[in-house]
């Protein structure tokens, strides 16, 4: 009796420390949590932060005088005048013109609030309209990259602004008249890469990104599915299959440089086929997300009740009717899904593409499949490279925009989960 | 034509075989008394002229397509007169790269030597051979291997059974492509490393302790011997590896106790995917936040403990590692620990044990060895993780265990050394493939022993 008593008595007098123990363990789990979600958010508010005055472009409007004695052109349709013509100076004069107190003396520190491509800007618009010539035009200017970054940044310390005091109190009264402004950077949305952070763009990453993974898609998804198929429906039980097997499973968790290195030696060393082009990249990232869409779509098959199967073997269909006209259809929504979140991780895939040359500087938007093109991701280790930060800051703003792509790709996957899997 | 359009041609021209093939079927039903004296239905008829035509084009054009740029560009080489023949792979690469460049108009001819020019007109001469010859041999094998099908089609014969055999080796080979690609990553590394050890010995690669990949480009420059000891390589990624492991297997695995034993179905529904969020972020993302916000935050921190850091610390880049492998170690143990019978985890409460006691003494360790193959997966996707620390971790090869100097790893080696102006001859690139055979059979061995253990696991309880 007192013994019971005494051992009901030592369970109650550790029931205390029992609880505690059991609250500081439910605290640990409360904080593993917390600490992954608080690194996603700030990951999130530091890119964000770092990136959202990327979507801005600061430009100058003035009233340009297209003087063809100061341009030293009288005719805007002849090839050779026009390539010889100087379409700096009429910038610079403009400008002078907007600035109250500049003087001529002054005109290389005004010249350096233009941006570099402007004068090619003012050509093209020459050569599209001649009868501008000897007319005085309001025209709108990307800025130089210093004055946007002076513009965006100016108290951010960790910007270091190019611009002398003089050239501040300029930038700041143009400001102040509307002269310069900042809007939605187009610009970033319609071009190519290039040395001047403000004229670069990612419409040439996008592209690439986009054959890159037409490629990938058109390969891998029926490639997969067609090998799912084999390993589910009709692969015999012996050591062969045990060895595919064994190799896709392997395959999965091969590191993705490794898959760079095959594309190197096979595809570009071996094939002789060309460096840095979307084709390249497409194979090597099929090779790499084919055990992701096979592995996903033979579990999409397994799902499939039997009595489907048997009903239809029952009527008299062959295996492979069975499994073309019953099975596949209703194992597509998760296929689908599978390979959905494989092109996802294929789109956000850098390091095998490294490896075959898609690093390359490329300015123009690639035309097609055997076209030097870079991939987004790549676009984003290139300009995070840089030592400006006004590339960083498109980094960072290229790095949004990857993200909204593969959140909406994955949001898309769950989305047809939901709407289109079939519970049995 | 291209290869792009000459597919889709391939691919009209198998469905004008279908249509043929199937109308030819139903004609010759017609007399017999309608389509129930065929064998097959017509649409098997039509889908075996079909493949008839479209699978043997496909092949020719595959391999033509795969070959014909180093088959064109041996004969350029070969032409070359005999005083600019190449003497090693490296001049060869060199010489092509010029030659194609002349050829695309991107060099002026009148900046290259004179046979040069003339080997970019041969190459282009060949290229349009090439294009014209192979259009030429998959159209005429497209309409007469068609042509073939289309006149063998017979009212009994098997059409049905012909189309399944054919599918069901088509489905064969898709799968059988795992293989070829395991085979292809084994041949590709392999036969590099093999040249790699023909010139640096074994034994340097193996127990060397320097690393410096720069090979001479004249023969009496200092420091002309480049050294090929990987130790300090690996010791950098397990230092990384293991600062990563830190962070992320003790949040990923109280992460998933929680969400697996405490949490309510709506914390789940919401924590999970936000989980799996860390999951979808590309690695350069990762490698963006480490390199420039994490590692000049560490380098701070430490400065203003008056402790000195490098600025591309190990800590960062394995910190965000960490990060990166969360969600990996936390679904992969949740996983696990669902598997764990109910029964048990009732017994144990019957008991009166509370649920972090089941937790602890129960379910922990019957999920033990299924964690630990977990685990190891983790592992061997952090050592062969690139981005994050290509971008945030150094080049420089210190043998350091300390988290604030800057180390290298393997793979940030095999980047270095592949990207960029290149020969494919020197050592330099050889120990790419040298270092890409070891991260290859280091991590084919984790995942070996990390999927049997797994596998052991989930047969235990099922």
Known sequence: MTDQRSQAEIVRQSLKRRYRKERRFRAYGVLAIAIALGALLTLFTDIIGKGYTGFMKTTITMDVQLDGEMMYLDDPTDERQIKMADFVEPLIQALIKEIPGATEEQRNQVRELINPYASVALRDALKANPEWLGTTQTMTFLSHTDVDVYVKHAGDAAYSIKLNDQQKAWVDELQERGVIETSFNDVFFSGGDSRDPSKAGILGAIVGSLLTMFVTLILSFPIGVAAAIYLEEFAPQNKFTDFIEVNINNLAAVPSIIFGLLGLAVFINLFGMPRSVPVVGGLVLTLMTLPTIIISSRAAIKSVPPSIREAAEGIGASKMQVVLHHVLPLAMPGMLTGSIIGMAQALGETAPLLLIGMVAFIVDVPDGFFDSATVLPVQVFLWAGSPELAFIERASAAIMVLLTFLISMNALAIWMRKRLERRW | ?462
């Open chain 2, 1 to 462: 034509m291209q290869p792009a359009n000459l597919l889709l041609l391939t691919l009209v021209l198998a469905i004008v075989a279908y249509w043929l093939g199937y109308a030819r079927s139903r004609s010759l039903a017609m007399p017999l008394g309608g389509i129930r004296h065929l064998k097959s239905l017509p649409f098997y008829y039509g889908a075996r002229a079909a493949l008839w035509s479209g699978i043997p084009a496909l092949i020719v054009l595959g391999l033509w397509a795969a070959f014909q740029g180093k088959v064109i560009q041996l004969i350029v080489i070969g032409g070359l007169p005999d005083g600019m023949m190449p003497a090693s792979q490296g001049e060869a690469s060199l010489l092509l790269s010029k030659i194609s460049n002349v050829a695309s108009g991107a060099l002026p001819p009148g900046f290259a030597e004179a046979p040069i020019v003339d080997a970019a007109e041969r190459l282009k001469a060949l290229q349009a051979q090439s294009r014209l010859l192979m259009s030429a041999l998959v159209i005429s094998v497209a309409v007469l291997a068609g042509f073939l099908g289309w006149l063998r089609i017979r009212p009994r014969l098997n059409a049905r059974a012909q189309v399944e055999s054919i599918l069901k080796w088509v489905f064969f080979a898709c799968a059988a492509l795992a293989i070829l690609t395991t085979v292809g990553i084994i041949f590709s590394v392999a036969f590099e490393t093999f040249r790699f050890f023909e010139k640096v010995p074994f034994t340097e690669f193996f127990f060397g302790s320097h690393w410096s990949p720069q090979t001479a480009l004249r023969a009496d420059q200092v420091a002309s011997q480049g050294a090929f000891g990987m130790i300090p390589l690996f010791t950098g990624t397990l230092l990384i590896s293991a600062i990563a492991m830190t962070v992320a297997v003790p949040v990923g695995l109280l992460s998933a106790i929680y969400l697996s034993e405490y949490a309510g179905k709506k914390v789940r529904g919401v924590v999970k995917p936000l989980l799996e969020m860390l999951a979808g972020i590309p690695t350069v993302v990762y490698g963006f936040f480490a390199a420039l916000t994490v590692a000049p935050f560490i380098s701070d921190l430490a400065a203003s403990m008056g402790i000195e850091a490098s600025s591309q610390s190990a800590l960062a880049a394995g910190a965000v590692m960490g990060i990166m492998i969360i969600p990996f170690v936390s679904s992969l143990s949740d996983d696990v620990i669902n598997a764990v019978p109910q029964a048990m985890r009732d017994g144990s409460l019957a008991l009166g044990a509370t649920q972090s006691e089941t937790m602890k003494k129960v379910i922990f360790p019957a999920a033990l060895p299924g964690i630990m193959g977990g685990i190891l997966l983790a592992v061997s996707r952090a050592i062969g993780e690139t981005m994050i620390v290509v971008m945030a971790a150094g080049l420089a090869a210190n043998l350091t265990a300390n988290p604030l100097e800057t180390v290298t790893t393997v793979t940030v080696q095999i980047v270095t050394l592949l990207t960029g102006d290149q020969e494919f001859d020197s050592a330099k690139t050889l120990a790419a493939f040298a270092l890409g055979a070891m991260l290859f059979l280091a991590t084919l061995l984790l995942n070996v022993i990390a999927l049997k253990i797994v596998r052991k696991y989930r047969e235990q309880y099922d």
